[in-house]
């Protein structure tokens, strides 16, 4: 009888791990299958951010958001997404600028544009959910910043402000300082195009590349993680309850709402929540609700924290309270916009459960891509980019002393990065 309890024990055992086996290697196939279709287009992303980067230095942004006029804040967005940043490093570098003299609230529009619209987002968004997110996205994201804006004007005060400016000279460290402090453009006179096709150029667009890339590697490989075990493992009858999927009205009205929260729990920013969010969309929540989501990687539980030691206290709760309403809004009126104009899809086909990769355009992009990646990478380490990447956590009064600007003399595939304080010494963020 012992031995029969055994042997049907052993049985249950070998079940039990063949089911996890199966499980796990259900979420690797769903992870990798949403990596493969998504890398080239990461890769263009931060090439052509890399390219704006490399001759827009980060002093000229300084300059041009010393207000919260419209115009400054338009300007604060489109230099925003064309610094494309991590949420990590987006953060440390709007302290950053306010620390400078930019005005508070041009410096949270110029954070919203560095996450939420840049093109890397947008090709994804097309890739995984249809070219209304994208579309969704960077409508709802100006209509963001200007709730942002009018709700910082009718409820923030100086005080609130000044506070917040002397926490922000204390200095305290949050993430990415290193990285935020850098200013790897080209120094000098020139066209656009002549000084980016130098050999400067190249080596500040393939520093940029690469430090971009390590900055958003851990979020993104967390992001597919997160959404290949949901994917697979948690059933659509699960968000179709939860997102009263069933009652359309009711789940328009819903999804904004509880879109953020699901976002801020889920630990998930920058450009690794988005096949999250096709997850959701396949599950049921509101087109308006995936806008809601996407936007609130600025308002995940660590950020809030760094929010709170960059401001204060006072000042982290009124930008949570500011960008969720924020969110919300945005999303109903993306909901409503498109809702109107027919433009929501009908169908909840999201590439996110499609599992295998196939030989199709997709992998002749990603083979092209990777290639131009491997150019950038060899470039990188050629040019003294490994210790770089020791100085991305730095400290934040890198910014002030010792912000990096490629300064060396072009000397083609040979050339040394230089990287010097603004007295001419060289320099080591967070030394």
């Known amino acids: 009888m012992l031995l029969l309890e055994r042997g049907s024990f052993g049985v249950v055992a070998t079940a039990e791990t063949r089911w996890l086996m199966h499980a796990v290697g259900h979420m690797l196939a769903l992870t990798g299958s949403m990596t493969w279709e998504i890398l080239w287009a990461l890769i263009l992303g931060f090439a052509l951010s890399a390219v704006v980067q490399a001759v827009v230095r980060k002093s000229t942004i300084v300059r041009l958001l010393g207000d919260d006029r419209p115009r400054t804040l338009a300007v604060a967005s489109v230099l925003g997404a064309a610094s494309s940043s991590c949420s990590y490093a987006a ?4 302290r950053s600028l306010f620390r400078k003299g930019a005005n508070f609230t041009a410096a949270m529009a110029f954070e919203i544009g560095s996450t939420n619209l840049v093109v890397e987002l947008g090709i994804i968004l097309a890739l995984l959910l249809g070219w209304q997110f994208t579309a969704a996205e960077f409508i709802g994201g100006p209509i963001m910043i200007v709730l942002v804006a009018v709700l910082f004007r009718l409820f923030v005060r100086s005080r609130l402000v000044e506070a917040a400016r002397a926490q922000s000279e204390r200095g305290l460290a949050g993430s990415m300082e290193g990285h935020a402090a850098m200013d790897m453009s080209v120094a000098g006179e020139g066209s656009f195009g002549r000084r980016l096709l130098s050999g400067r150029g190249l080596t500040a667009v393939s ?20 959404a290949g075990a949901i994917g697979a493992w948690v059933p659509d009858t699960f968000w179709q309850h939860f997102f009263l999927s069933d009652h359309p009205l009711l789940s328009a009205i819903w999804g904004p709402i509880v879109g953020p929260l699901v976002a801020i ?17 396949n599950g049921g929540i509101s087109f308006g609700g995936v806008t809601a989501f996407i936007f609130a990687d600025l308002l995940i539980l660590p950020i809030l924290n760094i929010y709170r030691k960059y401001y204060g206290t006072r000042m982290m709760l009124t930008v949570l309270g500011v960008f969720y309403v924020a969110m919300v809004g945005a999303g109903y009126l993306v909901e409503i916009l498109f809702g109107a104009t027919g433009l929501v899809p009908a169908e909840r086909n999201a590439m996110v459960m499609e599992e295998g990769i196939r030989w ?15 150019v950038l990478v060899i470039r990188f380490v050629r040019t003294g980019g490994i210790p770089m990447l020791r100085m991305m956590g730095g400290s934040p009064d890198a910014e002030h002393g010792h912000a990096h600007e490629h300064s060396m003399p072009d000397h083609g595939d040979g050339e040394h990065a230089d990287h010097r304080d603004h007295d001419g010494h060289a320099g080591h963020a967070g030394a």
Do not use: K, Q
Request: charged fraction near 5%.
């Open 265 to 281: 729990a889920s630990f998930v920013c920058s450009i690794g929540n988005v096949p999250l969010a096709a997850v959701l969309w």
């Open 91 to 94: 953060v440390a570098l709007a």
């Open 360 to 374: 199709n355009y997709t992998t002749w992009l990603n083979i092209v891509f990777l290639l131009l990646a491997a």
């Open 207 to 226: 520093h940029v590349f690469v430090m971009e890339w390590a900055a958003i590697l851990r979020d993104l490989i967390i992001g597919l993680l997160i």
